[in-house]
DNA sequence: GGGAAAATAT
DNA sequence: TATATTTTCC
């Protein structure tokens, strides 16, 4: 016998707080300066608070043309250590899945149908600058696996 | 390209 | 240790 949750939702609800109203999705494709307009970007700050980075960057100035998305740190192990630093920390870096974008996947996943979402749409629509189809695809999963997984204490009632 | 599982990082 | 995110394989 499973710990019913009686609110499972409940977990998420304080995540996604309901007054942040988010636009509604449409069939047109959501701008990227919408995007810009919650949370992914700044405008203020000057990095990104969904991304961070493994290590601390210094007080560097950071250029202000891609403020999102730089290009990582390739420089770190160019000439330094003879060790030969493993391709593992030298990929994007570790993507933070805020409440933002959660509330923005679900609301695309949403509107698309949870039958008939697929990674590439669903980036599409969401058209966050840096998002990559894997990390669509990676979230997707686990998305299914939370929804499948809290399903059965859902229907768990009529069933009973 | 999509989905699931393993691997790795926090 | 558990959870989150990435990476790899089918």
């Not at 949403?110 to 039958?115: F, Q, S, T, V």
């Amino acid at each position: 016998m499973r710990e019913d949750d009686s609110n499972w939702f409940s977990k998420w609800e304080e995540e996604f707080p309901s007054s942040e109203d988010l636009m509604p999705i449409t069939q047109t494709l959501i701008t990227p300066d919408l995007a810009i307009a919650f949370d992914i970007r700044s405008p203020h700050s000057h990095h990104t608070p969904s991304l961070q980075h493994h290590q601390q960057p210094p007080s560097i100035s950071m250029p202000s043309s891609q403020p999102n998305f730089e290009e990582f740190d390739s420089t770190e192990l160019g000439g330094g250590g003879g060790s030969d630093e493993p391709p593992r920390t030298l990929k994007r870096p570790w993507l933070v899945w805020t409440s933002h974008l959660h509330k923005r996947f679900m609301d695309v996943v949403a509107h698309l149908g949870i039958k008939n979402v697929i990674p590439k749409t669903i980036m599409q629509l969401m058209s966050v600058d840096g998002l990559t189809h894997e990390n669509i695809a990676s979230h997707l999963q686990k998305y299914r696996i939370y929804m499948k997984t809290y399903a059965w204490s859902f229907f768990r009632q009529w069933w009973k």
